[in-house]
């Protein structure tokens, strides 16, 4: 067993788990995220991706004890509270989701995707950069309309920051 | 129409929770108490168990029990069923084999459950499960069907002699063979539907509770049909009866037809929490889910179609076989009979059909409905051939189809089905238009001249679903009937809850349903709840699969607001001292027409509960119930082209456009309506170019993980073209045909027929792969 402490979501948390323990079990199990899903064993489907000190991770693909020290976002903690973040309601207005299964991951890749291509995105980059994401509902066509809608909101409130 | 009504693009009510994390799947809930379930597994595709030897694991940390096969025998738990009977045309019943939940003296495909080990943690049940030693004596394996027909193959099931499980047979043979003998052409096939593994994102799961104290038992489980569940677990599997079993289907993870079935797993996490003492919850890892979810399709057919001078076709000769797997699952049975057989005059007129199948054993995972289920099988068959016609007869592939459509309706079909509706020549039209069709000669030369290969390719499928008339299926064999039940209550203050068998894992029914409520009364979507997935909760139904909420479902939920408005009506024309027949309901009031007497909607409502001033003899309360049985299938049709480029060098085929062209009937939202066809077509292009099911000769899956199965990435697929031309359906008070299956069952033909345009050749194996398509191109230069 291994002391965990790191940041989620805002929040110090601390807790104790195997050394064998999955950040992704963590999450679900240790700490009650259960938004964060697991929908494979070998680090192909993506449903588990969250972001650790900014980065879109596979949390199925990273040791809980590796994860001690990091900041963690996961898809609870995307939202401004009751505002939801721009991906995610992106996702609502362009039906990006059916089953709701591999949604919390696309999305946290597509935010990673978008936070990583300022200058803004095409159909081909949103498709292959998805390539570690698996949707079996939506043949992807509404999730790329999706992300691409919310980079084009990203960057135009980006620049209206700039500018004021 | 208004902005929350029918065919309003309205954004989904139940998005907020899926995209805040905030969804509720079977891996999430937590009861106090909970212990985990790991299984012990077949390794080997056919074997003889000689001992189980489970005292070193029962030893191991955390264990709190290991369970076998013959403990479940003993406590009379009963074996897993086929729910719909075939006979074979000699009159004898299909010949189903025993399947125990647990095996406990011959396995009979990898992954066969054998052992349940319970224990603290996940962690500990997979190393208890590891520790179980058991003693096999193999046996010659057969994962082919073909093969598995032959006098070498290994006998699976006693039962079923020769592993054939039913030689089945529809229409006319003598008409048939007849109409081959005369006709002026012959094209002939042999048409291979690939195995496919259905692969929902969320795998299976299972929550099992029992309940001491009330001897009550609960079971949360990733199912299409919580109800059927129940109903199967009770009169079938004797695990509890329906009284005492709760069956609950929280948010589910995608279905696509592999979770209709009642598997051994739910079983046994409800009969091993009451052994142990624990609620005991077992989740599939991926690889489990490859090994024991039902697969689909697994087909191997030849076929003759005959044509007349005129180049009409005079007839339809079928021959399949259809690899059932090592067990019949629940629903097997019907879909390469009635599911498949039934529509194979597609949408063409033809005078005479004959098919015969053979339902065969094999040391593989079950194989049951997947999406479309029979009707992907028919139509590819179909469109495959007369592809291939086309070419032969030196004709457009459209015309050819257009000869040959059937252009009155109602249409009898020689294979059962009476077409109601639908009008084939406006969507092959509305797709050819869409996809320039006319253009394509031009940029198939561009496409040379960069030195690509160009192809394009048609499909006209029809599929029958609103599945279905409750005589008619069980006329041919069903178990159940497949009518939908609805209740509507509105409450006090004029919010309303429609609880429904139906169950979404992925449609959107919290928000169509709220449409067709919004559109009656005007009450505004956010007032309404769908309540569903639960049998403690909603009244019997019948769950979803088979494009059936919007057919059946949802017809049910208009006959509840039938009876809804009729009584609120009465209870509004008393208010306001009217004749009830002046009550129209606008804007979330009942008004009496022609003047400016209303009384609000919730206003109405409260009267009905305070019973305080109601017509005389009317009973307090506003809540209504029906069960609609619908009186005929429906027949949604289209015409999908899909456009390929192929590298020769690579064997790389990109599709360049897929074009949908639907006739759905009404439709209630088509945001959603468009979101099935994407998927569907997704999954179409899956079957066609990449998803491969592999077992070796000794009965291992190959293709057991997504390292090794190609499951399509957005990089593999094109943004769609999708559209709707619409006949109503006659058959249902909503004029709703289904769309749900459309799109996996109209386009792996039109792929394949345009990968085979592009290269010249007449088939190609599915998946065509690109060292499949490199190997062709090749075998076209030697």
Redesign the interface.
């Known amino acids: 067993m291994s002391d965990i402490s790191l940041t989620v979501n805002g929040k110090r948390v601390s807790g104790a788990a195997e050394d064998r323990t999955l950040l992704v079990h963590f999450l679900r199990e240790n700490l009650g995220l259960t938004g964060t899903h697991v929908g494979c064993d070998t680090s192909q489907c993506g449903a588990c991706v969250i972001h650790v000190d900014g980065k879109a991770v596979k949390s199925c693909t990273m040791l809980a004890v590796q994860a001690s020290g990091s900041n963690v976002v996961t898809i609870e903690g995307l939202a401004d509270g009751a505002d939801l973040h721009p991906v995610q309601a992106a996702f609502k207005e362009h039906h990006g989701l059916q089953c709701g299964f591999c949604t919390p991951g696309m999305i946290m890749a597509a935010t990673d995707m978008i936070n990583r291509h300022p200058e803004g995105l095409d159909e081909a980059t949103v498709r292959a950069e998805l390539e570690g994401n698996i949707c079996r509902c939506t043949g992807y066509h509404n999730i790329v309309k999706a992300i691409l809608a919310a980079s084009e909101t990203m960057s135009s409130k980006g620049k209206a920051k700039q500018a004021a | 129409m208004g902005i929350e009504g029918v065919g309003a693009r309205v954004?989904?009510k139940?998005?907020?929770?899926?995209?805040?994390?905030?969804?509720?799947?079977v891996?999430?809930m937590?009861v106090p108490g909970m212990k985990h379930a790991a299984f012990v597994r077949s390794p080997h595709a056919h074997a003889q168990i000689k001992k189980i030897d489970v005292k070193k694991a029962k030893g191991m940390p955390g264990v709190i029990g290991v369970l076998t096969g013959k403990e479940l025998k003993a406590d009379g738990i009963g074996n897993l069923i086929c729910g719909w009977m075939i006979h074979s045309k000699d009159g004898s019943p299909m010949k189903m084999g025993a399947w125990s939940p647990l095996a406990f003296d011959r396995v009979r495909y990898v992954g066969d459950a054998v052992v349940v080990v319970v224990a603290e943690t996940k962690?500990q049940a997979r190393d208890a499960a590891e520790a179980v030693d058991i003693t096999y004596k193999e046996l010659k394996a057969v994962v082919d069907a073909p093969k598995a027909l032959e006098r070498s193959a290994p006998q699976i099931h006693p039962e079923a002699d020769g592993n054939l499980i039913f030689d089945w047979e529809l229409g006319d043979s003598t008409a048939t063979n007849a109409a081959i003998k005369a006709a002026a052409h012959v094209t002939r096939m042999k048409i291979v539907n690939n195995r496919l593994v259905p692969?929902?994102?969320?795998?299976r799961a299972a929550l099992g509770y029992y309940n001491k104290a009330e001897d009550h038992y609960t079971c949360w489980t990733t199912s299409q049909n919580p109800h059927l569940a129940r109903l199967v677990m009770s009169a079938f599997y004797n695990v509890a009866p329906e009284n005492k079993l709760r069956v609950i289907a929280p948010?589910?993870?995608?279905g696509?037809g592999s979770k209709i079935y009642i598997y051994p797993e739910e079983i046994i996490c409800l009969w091993a929490s009451k052994k142990t003492g624990v609620p005991v919850k077992w989740?599939a890892?991926?690889?489990e889910s490859f090994l024991t979810d039902a697969h689909g399709r697994d087909h191997v057919s030849t076929v003759e179609m005959a044509f007349d001078k005129d180049n009409k076709i005079t007839g339809l000769k079928v021959d399949t076989i259809a690899n059932l797997g090592a067990y019949m699952s629940l629903f097997s049975s019907c879909v390469p009979t009635y599911l498949y057989a039934t529509l194979l005059s597609g949408q063409y007129d033809i005078p005479t059909i004959h098919a015969n199948v053979r339902a065969v054993y094999t040391n593989t995972a079950p194989v049951d409905a997947y999406r479309g289920a029979g009707r992907p099988e028919a139509t590819y068959l179909l469109e495959r051939t007369m592809e291939t016609a086309a070419r032969e007869l030196g004709v457009s592939p459209a015309e050819l189809r257009r000869k040959n459509f059937i252009t009155s309706f109602p249409h009898q079909t020689p294979v059962i089905m009476n077409y109601d509706a639908g009008d084939y020549a406006a969507s092959l039209d509305a797709a050819m238009a869409a996809a320039d069709y006319a253009g394509f000669a031009k940029r198939k030369t561009a496409a040379a001249n960069r030195g690509k290969l160009r192809g394009i390719g048609l499909s006209n499928y029809i599929e029958a679903c609103g599945l279905a008339p409750s005589a008619a299926v069980g006329s041919l064999g069903a178990g159940v009937g497949l009518w939908e039940s609805a209740e509507v209550r509105v409450n006090a203050a004029g919010t309303i809850e429609v609880l429904t068998g139906s169950h979404s894992?992925?449609?959107?029914h919290e928000t169509t349903f709220a449409q067709l409520v919004n559109q009656r009364f005007g009450v505004p979507i956010d007032s309404v709840s769908i309540v569903h997935g639960d049998t403690d909760k909603v009244q019997m139904g019948m769950g979803t699969y088979g494009s059936r909420s919007g057919a059946v479902g949802m017809s049910a939920v208009a006959k509840a607001l039938d009876k809804v408005e009729a009584k609120a009506k009465k209870i509004a024309a008393h208010l306001l001292e009217a004749d009830e027949g002046d009550i129209v309901i606008e804007n979330g009031a009942l008004k009496v027409t022609g003047t400016d007497k209303s009384v609000p909607w919730f206003q109405m409502a409260l009267a009905a509960y305070t019973a305080h001033n109601l017509p005389g003899g009317m009973e307090p309360g506003l809540k209504e119930t029906s069960f609609y049985d619908p009186s005929n299938f429906t027949f949604p049709a289209g015409c999908y082209v899909c456009e390929v480029e192929i590298d020769p060098e690579t064997g790389v085929t990109e599709i360049v456009q897929f074009v949908a062209a639907d006739d759905f009937g009404n439709i209630i939202n088509p945001?959603?309506v468009?979101?099935q066809v994407?998927?569907?077509?997704?999954?179409g292009i899956g079957q066609a170019l990449l998803e491969g099911t592999r077992y070796d000769a000794s009965g291992q899956l190959l293709t057991a993980?997504?390292?090794d199965y190609a499951?399509?990435?957005?990089?593999d697929?094109p943004?769609?073209k999708v559209s709707t031309s619409n006949t109503p359906c006659p058959g249902n008070p909503l004029g709703i045909k289904g769309c749900g299956e459309a799109?996996a069952i109209g386009s792996p033909p039109a792929v394949i027929n345009a990968i085979t345009d592009a290269i010249g050749i007449t088939d190609i194996a599915m998946p065509a792969s690109p060292s499949t398509v490199w190997a062709a191109i090749r075998a076209t230069k030697h």
Do not use: C, K, W
């Open positions: 954004a989904r139940e998005d907020r929770r899926f995209i805040t994390g905030a969804g509720r799947y891996d999430d937590v962690g692969n929902a994102m969320e795998p948010d589910v993870g995608g696509f989740v890892d991926r690889t894992h992925g449609q959107g945001m959603i468009e979101g994407h998927g569907g077509v997704a999954q993980s997504y390292m499951m399509p990435r957005a990089d697929l943004s769609f799109g």
